[in-house]
């Protein structure tokens, strides 16, 4: 049974830092494309940073890019996704993902696990 779960989301200041971690079990993590998505209520979720399988490749959200920064340790099964310059405008619930992408890095239809989320406010 594959298991997917986030962590380390919480209430920061505008312009603060947050790590998010993600650790995969029932798979082989470094068989996958990892990635975050988030959603805001009232919003789609949307793509924020993605990783290929062997970390060598990154795709970043207009939005975060050169803010935000995403990594994994495939001995680890573990996923991270480095938040830097925090905005409230970044406040959603961060979702952790994993997948085969045959064509888009950033769309939820391209992966197949899903965590519970972790929770992201950023007050201004």
């Known amino acids: 049974q594959v298991q997917v779960v986030e962590s380390g989301g919480g209430l920061v200041q505008a312009g603060e830092s947050l790590t998010l971690s993600c650790t995969i079990s029932?798979?082989?993590?470094?068989?996958?494309?990892m990635a975050w998505f988030r959603q805001a209520p009232g919003r789609e979720r949307e793509g924020v940073a993605h990783?290929?399988?062997?970390?060598?490749?990154?795709e970043y959200n207009y939005y975060v890019k050169g803010r935000f920064t995403i990594s994994r340790d495939n001995s680890n099964n573990t996923v991270y996704l480095q938040m830097n310059r925090l905005k409230p405008e970044d406040t959603a619930m961060y979702y952790c993902a994993a997948g085969s992408v045959r064509e888009w890095y950033l769309q939820p239809y391209e992966y197949n696990y899903w965590g519970q989320g972790t929770q992201v406010t950023v007050s201004s």
């Open positions: 029932g798979l082989t993590c470094a068989d996958y494309d």
């Open positions: 990783i290929s399988w062997s970390g060598g490749s990154t």
